[in-house]
């Protein structure tokens, strides 16, 4: 079960790619049979420009390149004192080599050389190259101005910079008709790169020196107004400045950290003594005042408690044997109540005290803390001035290091100038060419075939696509995709020659599994192509080779068929699918034996509603059994619905296709058209051909 969707993914990948490789195939076998319809104009193109490449070599001066070659290094070489040399990336390299080329390319180099090699006002220049030297002025220019316009235009056009590969290396070649100037031109060009990159370096020294004494300046008075600003604010703080120009930072014992550092001790002690005091303040407001561990730990109150206890003790024995009303009993309650009253009021002393101590712990670290938050705010206060002395100490020391860095780098520069190599550097001199180097025969002539290749291939597809007109069985399958059966010669007003047909009747009889088909429609894509004569022609053939055959008249709109077999126009196909008469009754035999006609008859109104009807397809059941085949003579395709109707009933269909006439869109509509409406379509007869084409070829297929 696993492989089956692999398996079934594979076949139905196999049909998509042999459909594409057929394709592939057709569009290869189309193409090459086009060109070799159209060789001849393949072979004259290509003669064509071999023979204008070989007048071109012929007549072309002989050049002479001569080739010099410089080193471009990363760095200046031999710099004084220079340090280790930074290796550049891939992409500034790049950079680097481009612009170099650009350089040599311009005209302030261009007009350099013409100076150095005094090439304006001699004529040897010119006649090296090939020119004529400037005799007047022009446009307001002197003749001194339009010729030297002229050699440095010369100069740039004739010269050929190149980067061999990934190297540092440049490769300066110019080319004349004289191999000295040459020479001498392109070593004229390495000098001048040389001379102009050491003058940009001795130029950019100068520049980089008097911009750096510019910000040695701005740095000197950037550092002086930094430590005039450090050493006011220190000054207002009261923070010494060290030799250095920096602040003091460092907190004096005794200061506003250690303080505060105390007080927060103490403001924790305070808390802790506010919690316990709250807690038995707490404590003894909710509760009872002989419960409290104070009143009970108290030594007068315990004396008191003893005391009332004592007298409770003699108050219950007095009860015991007097009555309340006695007097020693009033007495005792007496002294029980005076030494209740005497707790309550103890209780109520002990009470009060701690609701005493808990406000004065909650006072004192009230106290603390406003002391604390006092000593903060002195603190932030401190903070802040400390950081602002921090930030104008390291202002002086990034200025100090950024006036001791420009220093140093304008020693070094000061110390280096007129010492430092350019970083261009000579590596071979131009030797004056021995052989020329254009025209190249071979070269030449090559591009010369592959551009007649190239012209011929083009006219053969432009006379191709432009020049459509059917005129070949190759043309056919082409256009349209359809097998040529057959070809039939034009002959003007004489009918075609009977043996013509013979073939096409043969070929007629392998159209199908079964042999001759048993019916066959017979129409056009346009009308006067030859479909009728066409049909009349088969139909004798057909009968010449044995067969019995039924021509039916089914072009109701224009028939043909009894004239042709000069016949009186007698009942024919629409009275038997109208029902006023048999097939039996309209079969006429026509005198040609085997041949027999079922003409049109009377012209209906509407022959596509009259042959879109069941009636047809029980004609056709009816009479093939007693003929070989039935062919029908059908309208043209394009125009009307009849052939289309009729395409669907028969069981082939045969095209009659006019030599020259028919053009593949037309036909290739009528075609689609036919086979859209169930027509099958065997192949196509080319009548009225004309010229060459009649000419069988074996490589072309017939």
């Not at 090459?32 to 290509?46: E, K, Q």
């Amino acid at each position: 079960m696993r492989s089956a969707a692999p398996l079934l993914d594979r076949d139905e990948l196999e049909p998509s790619a042999t459909r594409w490789n057929a394709r592939v195939a057709r569009f290869v076998g189309r193409s090459w049979a086009v060109i070799r319809r159209h060789r001849i104009i393949l072979f004259v193109a290509m003669a064509l420009c071999l023979l204008g490449g070989a007048l071109l070599i012929l007549m072309a001066t002989p050049d002479y390149r001569a080739t010099a070659s410089v080193e471009v290094q990363d760095v200046p070489a031999g710099a004084a004192g220079a340090g280790p040399a930074q290796r550049m990336s891939a992409s500034d390299t790049e950079t680097l080599m481009q612009t170099q080329l650009e350089v040599l390319r311009s005209r302030a180099l261009a007009e350099d050389v013409a100076r150095d090699l005094a090439l304006v006002g001699t004529p040897t220049f010119f006649d090296g190259m090939g020119e004529k030297r400037p005799a007047d002025g022009k446009g307001g220019q002197s003749q001194r101005q339009v010729e030297q316009a002229r050699v440095v235009d010369l100069l740039r056009s004739h010269l050929e910079v190149r980067l061999p590969g990934k190297s540092r290396i440049l490769e300066i070649s110019f080319v004349s008709a004289n191999p000295v100037l040459s020479a001498r031109v392109a070593n004229s060009y390495a000098d001048s790169l040389i001379r102009a990159d050491l003058k940009r370096g001795f130029d950019a020294g100068v520049q980089a020196r008097r911009f750096l004494l510019g910000e040695l300046d701005g740095a000197r008075r950037d550092l002086e107004r930094a430590e005039r600003d450090l050493a006011t604010y220190a000054a207002h703080s009261g923070r010494p400045v060290s030799e250095g120009g920096a602040a003091t930072l460092a907190a004096p014992e005794g200061s506003t950290a250690a303080r505060l550092a105390q007080l927060n001790a103490f403001r924790a002690q305070a808390t802790a003594e506010r919690i316990a005091a709250q807690k038995r303040w707490e404590s003894a407001r909710g509760a009872s005042a002989d419960s409290l561990p104070d009143v009970l730990n108290n030594g007068a109150m315990q004396q008191i408690v003893a005391d009332r206890a004592q007298a409770r003790a003699q108050v219950a024995e007095e009860r015991q044997f007097r009555k309340d009303a006695h007097p020693e009993m009033r007495e005792a309650r007496a002294r029980l109540a005076a030494l209740d009253e005497q707790a309550d009021a103890m209780a109520e002393t002990i009470r009060s005290s701690m609701r005493a101590q808990y406000d004065v712990a909650v006072r004192g670290e009230q106290q603390i803390d406003r002391e604390i938050a006092k000593i903060e705010d002195q603190a932030r206060t401190e903070q802040g001035r400390d950081v602002q002395l921090g930030i104008m100490g390291r202002s002086v020391d990034t200025y100090r290091m950024l006036h001791d860095s420009l220093l140093q780098r304008y020693r070094d520069m000061a110390s280096q100038a007129g010492f430092q190599a350019g970083r261009i550097q000579p590596l071979d001199r131009a030797a004056v060419p021995e052989r020329p180097f254009s025209p190249k025969v071979g070269e030449t002539l090559a591009l010369a075939a592959l551009a007649g290749l190239a012209l011929g291939l083009l006219l053969i597809g432009a006379r191709h696509v432009f020049d459509d007109a059917v005129t070949s069985g190759d043309t056919l399958g082409e256009r349209v995709g359809l097998p040529l059966i057959g070809a039939v010669p034009a002959t003007g007003d004489n009918p075609p020659p009977p043996d013509i047909f013979r073939p096409i009747a043969a070929s007629l009889q392998l159209a199908t599994a079964d042999g001759l088909p048993r019916s066959i429609l017979v129409t056009s894509a346009q009308e006067g192509e030859g479909k009728s004569l066409t049909l009349h022609a088969l139909a004798l053939a057909l009968a010449g080779l044995g067969k019995r055959v039924l021509v039916v008249d089914g072009d109701m709109r224009r028939p043909v068929q009894h004239r042709l077999f000069r016949l009186p126009a007698t009942a024919g196909i629409s009275e038997v699918l109208t029902g006023q008469a048999s097939a039996a009754q309209a079969i006429v035999e026509t005198g040609e034996a085997g041949v027999s006609l079922l003409s049109c008859g009377a012209m209906p109104p509407n022959p596509a509603e009259l042959l879109a009807t069941g009636a047809f397809d029980a004609l056709l059941a009816e009479v093939q059994d007693r003929y070989d085949s039935v062919l029908i003579d059908a309208p043209p395709i394009l125009g009307v619905n009849d052939a289309l109707l009729l395409s669907a009933k028969a069981q082939v269909s045969l095209l009659v296709v006019e030599w020259g006439r028919n053009h593949h869109g037309g036909l290739r509509t009528a075609v689609e058209r036919l086979r859209r409406a169930g027509g099958r379509i065997i192949g196509a007869i080319l009548t009225k051909q004309q010229g060459r084409s009649l000419d069988y070829d074996y490589h072309r297929g017939g």
